[in-house]
């Protein structure tokens, strides 16, 4: 109640200055006021009509385009995703790649210690032919030499006749040595 009697004033100023308006204007005038009023209403619904027209379109064209953004990010998805699965397959075939790899080298470094075995057992054969050919094979010749060619046996010295040429140096080593008496 107090808001509408603190507005009667106004309600009633207002009020009077259109009547006097009214009482003062020609009617002519009022009417062009009025036309000039629908023509700005009119106006203003046009103007309203072609922003909400701008807006719908500038929307669907946003829509558009982020739906044609959506597309292409999905895209992407998809593209990243055959990455990432090709790259897995890759990772799986250079995994089993590197477990051959790594067997295979275990067999060439278990065959490289075999070798090396090998190579040491040839080592220790060639040693103990060198010794053989640099020490026991000349005292046997020389002990040969000593004889000068003859074979004194338990009872009697025979000469020994051994054509060079035609034999090897191992199995004259091994008809000498026939001549020598175990028995002492």
Not at 37 to 56: C, P
Not at 94 to 114: G, H, N, P, R
Request: glycine share 2%; net charge negative.
């Amino acid at each position: 109640d107090q808001s509408i009697d603190s507005l009667h004033p106004y309600v009633e100023e207002n009020g009077e200055m259109l009547v006097a308006f009214i009482n003062s204007s020609q009617p002519e005038k009022l009417r062009e006021v009025k036309v000039e009023r629908q023509a700005l209403v009119d106006r203003h619904l046009e103007t309203k009509k072609t922003v909400t027209q701008i807006l719908k379109a500038d929307v669907a064209q946003i829509e558009e385009r982020a739906g044609q953004r959506l597309l292409n990010m999905e895209e992407q998805k998809q593209h990243r995703q055959k990455e990432l699965e090709d790259l897995e397959e890759q990772l799986q075939r250079c995994t089993a790649k590197s477990q051959i790899t790594d067997s295979e080298i275990q067999f060439l470094q278990t065959e490289l210690e075999s070798v090396r075995n090998t190579e040491r057992e040839l080592e220790t054969l060639q040693n103990e032919v060198h010794e053989d050919t640099t020490e026991v094979i000349p005292s046997a010749f020389n002990l040969v030499f000593f004889f000068l060619a003859v074979h004194y046996g338990p009872d009697l010295a025979t000469p020994i006749n051994i054509d060079t040429s035609v034999r090897s140096r191992s199995d004259i080593s091994d008809q000498l040595w026939d001549f020598v008496s175990t028995e002492w």
